[in-house]
C-alpha cells in the first residue's frame, strides 16, 4: 500500500507534464460564428497556422488541423505546432476555413495573429462569416 501511493504520485505528475508540454506547443481556442450554429452535413473545418511576416509574399504553412463533420459551432480547436519551426522576430496568423463539396462556406475574414509580439496562444476566439449559401 505505501508503494502505491508514490507511484500514483508519479503517474499524476508524469501527466501533468506532458500536459503543460503538449500546452505550450499549441495554439488554442474557439471559432465562432454569429447566426445559425449549425453545420451542413459533409463539411471539413481546417485551421491553419501561418507564418504571414511578409506582405508581398504568400504566406508559409507551419501547422494545421483538420476536423471533419463538425457539427454546429462553437468548435474548439488545437493546432499543434514544432517550436523550431517559429521565428521569434516572425510574425504568425491563424486562417479558418470551412469547406464543403469544394466550396468555401465559412473563413475568416479578419487577421488573427498569434504566437509573438505579445499575441495570445490559448483561448482564443475567432469568428468565422458565411461566405456561401450551406
Same mark, same amino acid.
Given at each position: 500500500?505505501?508503494? @502505491? ?44 497556422? $501561418? ?20 457539427? $454546429?459551432?462553437?468548435?474548439?480547436? @488545437? ?20 469547406? $464543403? ?9 479578419? @487577421? ?23
Amino acid at each position: 500500500m505505501r508503494i @502505491a501511493l508514490p507511484i500514483i504520485l508519479l503517474a499524476a505528475l508524469a501527466l501533468a507534464v506532458g500536459f503543460c508540454v503538449q500546452r505550450h506547443n499549441t495554439v488554442t481556442g474557439t471559432i465562432t460564428f454569429q447566426g445559425d450554429p449549425t453545420i451542413p452535413d459533409g463539411a471539413v473545418l481546417t485551421v491553419e497556422l $501561418r507564418d504571414v511576416s511578409y506582405q508581398d509574399a504568400a504566406s508559409t504553412l507551419i501547422a494545421s488541423q483538420t476536423i471533419s463533420k463538425p457539427e $454546429r459551432f462553437p468548435i474548439d480547436f @488545437a493546432v499543434r505546432y514544432q517550436p523550431s519551426d517559429i521565428d521569434p522576430r516572425a510574425t504568425y496568423g491563424l486562417g479558418i476555413r470551412v469547406t $464543403r463539396n469544394d466550396r468555401l462556406i465559412y473563413i475568416n475574414d479578419t @487577421a488573427f495573429d498569434v504566437l509573438t509580439r505579445g499575441n495570445p496562444t490559448h483561448g482564443l476566439n475567432v469568428w468565422v462569416i458565411a461566405v456561401d449559401d450551406p
